[in-house]
């Protein structure tokens, strides 16, 4: 694999690792928690997060994509990280790029989309109350190969956190 596709996939698994670690240990009621302004809920949030990787696959497999709704916020975690494990296959299996499209393009657009809509979810949890810790993601356990939602706690969560909800201590370092 080209190192363009290499860095693609690994930025895929830095999606998968910091989506979950917005969705890890939310309140049950997450996946519908309403912001004001007409925001999307998170459960809309991730179907749309699909929705743009769909777009860059239609690049490796031609078509269209537009996912429906599903049921419950676990339904749409289990179909975005389906939908990363199959970007990643097309990207591994050096699939050609249809209509001009580059590598740089798909991380300039859907990919980066994608990823900013992560970082949304982050701050849709501090508006429900439940805020999530920060970390160093530099020295993450991010796997190329792991897309999939049982990712790693942190390895070096911050030590202090002033929004701390009352109680809280930074997970132990691996």
Request: proline share 9%.
């Amino acid at each position: 694999m080209n190192e363009k596709r290499a860095l693609l996939c690994h930025f895929l698994a830095a999606l998968a690792y910091r989506t979950q670690k917005a969705l890890r240990n939310a309140p049950n009621d997450f996946g519908s928690f309403q912001p004001p302004c007409d925001v999307r809920s998170p459960k809309e949030l991730l179907r749309h997060m699909t929705s743009v990787l769909g777009y860059a696959r239609t690049y490796f497999v031609g078509g269209r994509y537009r996912p429906e709704p599903l049921a419950s916020l676990d339904d749409e975690i289990e179909r975005f990280h389906t939908m990363l494990k199959d970007l990643s296959s097309y990207l591994t299996s050096e699939t050609v790029l249809r209509d001009g499209m580059t590598e740089e393009q798909l991380l300039q657009g859907p990919f980066s989309d994608a990823m900013t809509h992560a970082g949304q979810l982050t701050l849709l949890r501090r508006l429900a109350g439940a805020p999530v810790a920060p970390e160093n993601f530099i020295v993450a356990n991010i796997q190329k190969t792991n897309l999939g939602p049982n990712q790693p706690e942190a390895t070096s969560p911050d030590e202090v956190w002033q929004e701390a909800p009352p109680g809280w201590t930074p997970p132990s370092k691996v």
